[in-house]
């Protein structure tokens, strides 16, 4: 198989074609043909290889059933109260514990 990023005599030929059809489609304004290169480029390309990007990919984090990410709980530690202990709620833990030992120790120290 050819390097798709090297481009042949032959792919600089269709390129050079498909730019001056879609130049003359478009009634031939003043810009000329070589303004439809890089567009008549990426059409030639996709003809080439029609299955380019048709391989899933899987994602980097875990999905729910609906495809949304799933967070981990530990990364919402920093969101809670900014303003320091106001009232008697800000000294507590607002979210979960990232482990089950995390939990249990917390609740040891209390």
Do not use: H
């Amino acid at each position: 198989m050819d390097n798709p990023l090297e481009t042949s005599p032959q792919t600089q030929a269709r390129i050079t074609a498909k730019a001056k059809e879609m130049w003359e489609a478009d009634g031939r304004p003043g810009c000329g043909p070589q303004a439809y290169a890089e567009q008549a480029s990426e059409l030639i390309g996709m003809e080439s290889n029609p299955d380019a990007g048709q391989i899933p990919v899987d994602s980097p984090v875990p999905l729910d059933a609906n495809g949304q990410p799933i967070e981990q709980a530990w990364l919402e530690e920093n969101l809670g109260n900014p303003g320091g202990s106001q009232d008697e709620l800000d000294d507590r833990r607002e979210v979960p514990f990232a482990t089950r030992q995390e939990e249990e120790d917390a609740l040891k120290n209390q």
